[in-house]
């Protein structure tokens, strides 16, 4: 049930690190974007990595994951300088923490992949039921940390221009 949740996991990091990344990188070329820039290649090896695993039905890499973990968490505290929100570093580190340590645990293991052979319509429920588990509660824990960087404000780059008018319905009344 277990099986594709560092997959899961290395996703809800991954998103988090590009908003980091996206947050801070500006075209000034400052310090700040020294700092943070790196953010923008982690979450883009989570990402690919989890569509691998997913892809392939079982850990690849499994070490690999360990060790990149290790360094997502390490440049998310160097993006702490570069002004990185502290509670997205915190929750993406222990969601790279968590999903690392996992694949390094499957590939100990030598778990073969998720779909060989016939499978029971029961397994098949379970496997489903499993994924479906993993994508809700690292929704749950992504999407609070997205919150806290503010990647819309500075890596959209869609400036309106302009103040928000507010137009009173009952204004004339």
Known sequence: ML????????????????????????????????LCAPMLLVGSVELGWGIA??????????????????????????????GAPVGAVAISSALAVV??????????????P???????????RVRAAGMALGVFLV???????????DAVGHGSGHDHGGDLVVVDPHGGH
């Open 3 to 34: 099986r594709t949740w560092p997959a899961l996991l290395a996703w809800g990091a991954g998103l988090i690190h590009l908003a980091i990344g996206a947050s801070i990188v500006a075209p000034s070329g400052d310090a700040t974007t020294v």
């Open 53 to 82: 695993v997913l892809r392939a039905g079982r850990i690849i890499g499994g070490r690999g994951a360990a060790a990149g973990a290790i360094a997502a968490v390490l440049l998310g505290a160097v993006s702490l300088g570069g």
């Open 99 to 112: 999903g690392g340590s996992m694949a390094a645990r499957a590939a100990r293991k030598g778990e073969g």
């Open 139 to 149: 929704a749950a824990v992504a999407t609070p940390a997205l919150a806290l960087t």
């Open 114 to 124: 998720a779909g060989m052979g016939e499978e029971p319509a029961r397994a098949l």
